[in-house]
């Protein structure tokens, strides 16, 4: 399995900012990114399903004041932090999941893991 680091585990931080790293996606470059939630890492493509654009609203900001969903600031669509599902707003399935692991410090995003498109 090829393992592409993304940041070092400190960096992410329970409901807080993310870190955006750039994976391919049925050959074309995406952007995607990590965020921590309930002391696991998770990341996905920084896609929004109503529109297929970036969501953050800032720079690396996905989770909403309470740092219990992932927001699109375009639209208003909620994500689940630990599975991508939509939790509300206009959202069309869930978010694709790009897997990672967490290994001595450092967060991996895993290159040769088929992505996979969540429906709720």
Known sequence: ?????????????????ARAFDVLYHGEPVRAFAVRYQGVVYAYLNRCTHVAMEMDWQPDQFFDDTGQW?????????YAPDTGACAGGPCRGGLVKVPVQERAGVVYWCVEWPFERLVF
């Open 70 to 78: 992932l927001l699109c600031a375009s639209h208003g669509a909620a």
């Open 1 to 17: 399995m090829d393992l592409q680091p993304v940041c070092g585990a400190e960096e992410l931080l329970d409901g807080q900012r």
